[in-house]
């Protein structure tokens, strides 16, 4: 659509707040603890840069390779399923196939109990799976683009907080100026996460935050 970004256009919100907080916590994690290594000594600040940068390069790699598995994955259920009603003898196996399946998440959010209008949504389910194509186990163009607007965001989100260590001289200082506005990015995240959670938005960039911070020093205690 018109005005959405590449990440907008190849991932869901769920997704992208997922990857802008992993990619927050991880440059984070680093940040509050390499300074500790790093010392003040000359070249330190470039040391930490090339660092905090290289960390999510690596970690936006691996979590693309991680999305496009995760989505062949989907696709193998989901043809496995297919496959299966396919295969029942009659409709009531194919209830009991959909039922095992889809019921659980499908009729949590159902405004009714009556158990014949459940068989009758699962019925029609049936009908269109009997002549749907089982889906492709091939990793697919847009798993590739969905990889790499995953690359960008978890790039893009460590940048600012990178921004200082170009321009202050005192490793220390910049260290610090780093983790503030990484905070504050996690913040901000939450304030924008709160659009799709009807969740109050001041309450939703604290809890963000909080909650960023909380997996940082769970990553620290346990040597991430």
């Not at 259920?77 to 196939?97: C, H, W």
């Not at 604290?206 to 040597?223: D, K, Q």
């Amino acid at each position: 659509m018109a005005g959405e970004t590449f990440a907008q256009r190849h991932l869901d919100p769920g997704d992208r707040i997922a990857e802008i907080l992993c990619g927050l916590v991880m440059v984070l994690t680093f940040t509050l603890t390499a300074g500790l290594e790093v010392g003040s000594g000359k070249g330190a600040e470039r040391i930490l840069l090339l660092a905090a940068i290289g960390c999510n390069v690596a970690w936006g790699i691996i979590d693309g390779v991680l999305y496009v598995l995760d989505n062949i994955s989907e696709r193998s259920q989901k043809a496995r399923l297919a496959k299966a009603v396919q295969a029942a003898p009659d409709d009531s196996a194919a209830l009991e196939l959909l039922r095992g399946h889809l019921g659980a998440g499908l009729l949590s959010v159902a405004p009714t109990d009556d158990r014949a209008a459940q068989d009758r949504l699962f019925l029609s389910l049936r009908r269109y799976l009997e002549v749907a194509t089982v889906p492709s186990m091939r990793v697919r163009r847009d798993d590739l683009l969905g990889a790499v607007a995953i690359f960008w965001l978890e790039l893009v989100c460590c940048l600012p907080g990178a921004v200082p260590f170009l321009f202050i001289k005192d490793p220390v200082w910049a260290l610090d100026v780093s983790n503030a506005i990484l905070i504050t990015l996690l913040f901000v995240a939450g304030f924008i996460w709160a659009r799709y959670t009807e969740t109050p938005r001041l309450r939703a960039g604290f809890v963000m935050a909080g909650l960023g911070l909380a997996l940082v020093g769970v990553a620290t205690l346990l040597g991430g």
